[in-house]
């Protein structure tokens, strides 16, 4: 999907920022939270030394994608499509 449909306006076009949105939105939600954690087998100091990893990133953004639900929430709340995070996954993913 290309950035500029209508339901990636005002969506961050900038893959890390669109990752860093959704990882934000998903840790504001205690159950979600808890089960990234668990299944990921990640702390909470973990997510914030990757945080600026493009592959730490991606591969939250590929968490998402094994969670439709909340794939589809995180993207509306950031205001992006779920292609567009996808697109955003593959774009970090590149730069690994």
Not at 3 to 9: L, Q
Not at 54 to 73: C, K, N, T, V
């Amino acid at each position: 999907m290309r950035p500029d449909t209508p339901s990636d306006r005002g969506a961050p076009h900038d893959p890390a920022t669109m990752a860093l949105l959704a990882l934000s939105w998903l840790l504001g939600d205690g159950e979600r939270a808890e089960r990234l954690l668990s299944l990921t087998g990640m702390t909470v100091d973990d997510l914030r030394a990757g945080a600026s990893s493009p592959r730490i990133l991606a591969e939250f953004i590929r968490y998402l994608e094994g969670h439709e639900a909340d794939l589809i929430a995180a993207a509306d709340a950031i205001g992006a499509s779920p292609a567009a995070l996808v697109n955003a996954r593959i774009q970090l993913e590149r730069q690994t």
